[in-house]
Nanobody
């Protein structure tokens, strides 16, 4: 079955960087769009970034110019590079592929 495992979250100071990874198994990643979403307590899960199987990307306005989605189809991996992090970026981040969600990874931006 399809399994998605996110990693790379943690505590970082404002202005810092993190790189999230999404390891996919049970699916041929090259065929699908990879989505990155985030959610804070009591809020709706929101789209952060999408990278299509042709490599085209789309970002939420709040992260444009700071976040970059990428993929390595040979490794069945998706990535989200997050720079210039702000406290408002604090959330649990999820990857999403073909109706499947990972378990999420916590990102906390605080001094």
């Amino acid at each position: 079955q399809v399994q998605l495992v996110e990693s790379g979250g943690g505590l970082v100071q404002p202005g810092g960087s993190l790189r999230l990874s999404c390891a996919a198994s049970g699916v041929i990643l090259s065929r699908y769009t990879v989505g990155w979403y985030r959610q804070t307590t009591g809020e709706t899960r929101e789209m952060v970034a999408i990278i299509s199987n042709d490599g085209s990307t789309n970002y939420a306005d709040s992260v444009k110019g700071r976040f970059t989605a990428s993929r390595d189809n040979a490794k069945n991996m998706g990535y989200l590079q997050m720079n210039s992090l702000k406290p408002d970026d604090t959330a649990v981040y999820y990857c999403y592929i073909q109706s499947y969600w990972g378990q999420g990874t916590q990102v906390t931006v605080s001094s």
